[in-house]
């Protein structure tokens, strides 16, 4: 899987309006108290929190990575379990109260592979190999590799023409129907990127495909960018990217035990009637052994943006190209190895503050995820480091690092599956990270915390600039605008907006399953690169290439450090609805407008079939198949919707001003334990969000304001029961949808009336 955090984008030009003003540090006594505090235990957390700062070291997140990654350590390997065993020791080392929870999945390994141009063009057989570099230690380690290729294919052997499909997600398949393409009973290629891979031969797959091959086009992480490796950081023409092609539409982790914990003894549904499987088998192929069987493509040229960076001309197909695709796994069964660790909060132990990264990688995997791991343990021994000074958190820390990411989220989804009842009770908040590189401050997830982690980022000061890593995020936000009113709201909004978390990494199972308010944090934005998941993605690279001095890692470690301690000793939860309420009529209004141009553009487009548009303006000497109309969709009913946002405010503001009232002057009353009962319902709050029965069609994500893209499979989407039946066209779905999702908010405007009234009691 692949966070989102590396975005590629690349920020030019100086926003000239804004002011660079200094980091005016936070961190002094007569500063405004921190949101959920009181002066007095304010002054105290302040105080911890500039001790924790001073602590992450960088040359203990290089040693640490050197170790990590100084082996292939993928689920099943030697070194996975050598890795987690240390990772424990570490823990132990550092004071944490350690173990190590083990599960049992399903995980294929590649047994044969083969893609073979038989037909079209010269015989041609694709190496799959990646070679190793010279003066690259670790990539001469072939026999620990695992070989390219994307776990979860379905067993095949499969010989057709080929189709070029482009990114292979719906909308290229509605460009090659206009120009009369089908991929039944074909091939597809598909370039890597715009969505992620399973969705390539999931979709090839429903438009009746037979086999999916999956390359690195040089145009998106190749030459194209720049000096390949070792010469720069960009893929090699033999590099490959491995991934998981697991279908997760309907649920994320082990595909035998969906929605329940992989222990040894849970009830696993056998192998042949395992859903998340592929329907079609996949290979992974790279640039140089894509090159021989796109050439041998004929039929139309593909649309200009369908062209990649090969120096070659793009056709259609299908055929004449003809491919043998063939792929066998070994069906084993294999361990996983996540280690969980413990600091007992000392006033609310039952309420718990969670942090994770996983620890697995394709390969050696430096950047994906070793670098987000070193920060995390490096945060742990400053908690420890903090524990012997003497500071006892008020809730329990838990440190997690998880085993089996990459083949779908496993590590994660099982304990979350296994602990789900307990952690519905005792769960605040998962703040996850996966990879870091250098740059900006990249935060996504749950908007009760946007106000939160706006805060803590103005408290992290940026290694490079030494302005607050908010102040940066915010400039470059300003430079990047898109629009005048994504500007007007990063320069007159109070906290900047959060994105919304997606699929991709381990906070998926806390937040779509669980409905626990999950955080994804990364620093990224300046690094560029092409060795995701390859051999290539090890520590001569990344002290190369990335963060090479471990400055950007040491500020996530601060990051990371300084949002856990200040949700573990918050005497008030520091949830806040005001944002939150905000961000929802937001979406709403995305949702309600994205209705409104589907209507648009049926209307507008069956007036172009009337008019005989499409005839009139196709070129007779290419084939052109004009669209069909479609039915115009019926004006919906979102009113229960728009009135349980403005019910959403009305609660929000309420809370926000019994919580003024009762921070005046000290906040006196915020101190002692009275507080419980409303930390409890805040606990609730993310949960109100969820439904027992989630998304239609995908039972594991009950979260209804957030879910990864059924057909971007990273890409986020807000009130994806609406938003998706309204791409899928379906109408009366689409307002039922909105109903239930409206009735969802009104329980969570009852929550934060019944925190508003118990707060209010206690300034009477
Ligand atoms: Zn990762």
Redesign the pocket.
Known sequence: ???CFRTFLIVGGVFAGASLAPLKSRVTADDAPLYGYSASSSAVERQWEEKMRAIPDPKNLRAYMERLTARPHNVGSAYDKDNAEWLLGKFKEFGLDAHIESFSVLYPTPKERLVELVDGGPHFTAKMQEPPVPGDPTSGQTSEQLPTYNAYSIDGDVTAPLVYVNYGVPEDYEVLERHGVSVKGAIVIARYGKSWRGIKPLVGAEHGAVGCIIYSDPRDDGYSGGETFPKGPWRPKDGVQRGSVQDSAMFMGDPLTPAIGATADAKRVPLKDAQSLTKIPVLPISYADAEPLLLAIAGPVAPRDWRGGLPITYHLGPGPAKVHLKMFSNWDMKPLYDVIAQIPGGTYPEEWVMRGN?HD?WVN?AE??TS?MVTVLEEARSMGELLKQGWKPKRTIIYCAWDG??PGLLGSTEWVETHVDELRLHAVAYINS??NSRGYLEMEGSHTLEHFMNDVARDVQDPETKLSVWKRAQLRGIAGASTAEEKRDLLERHDMRLDMLGG??DHAPFLNFAGIAAIGIGYAGEDHGGIYHSIYDDFYWYTHFSDYDFIYGRALSQTGGIAVMRLADADLLPLQFADFADDIRMYVREVEKFAGQQREQIQELNQKIQEGLFEATADPRETWVTPKREEIPPHLNFAPLDNAVEDLARSSADYQKALDKISANGGAALAGTSLREVNELLMQSERRLTTPEGLPGRFWYKHQLYAPGAYTGYAAKAIPAVRESLEQKKWKEAEQAAARVAQVLENESVLINSATTKLSAMTK
């Open positions: 899987m692949k966070t996983h990688a995997g994906d995820p987000g990411e990459e996966d990879s991709g990494s």
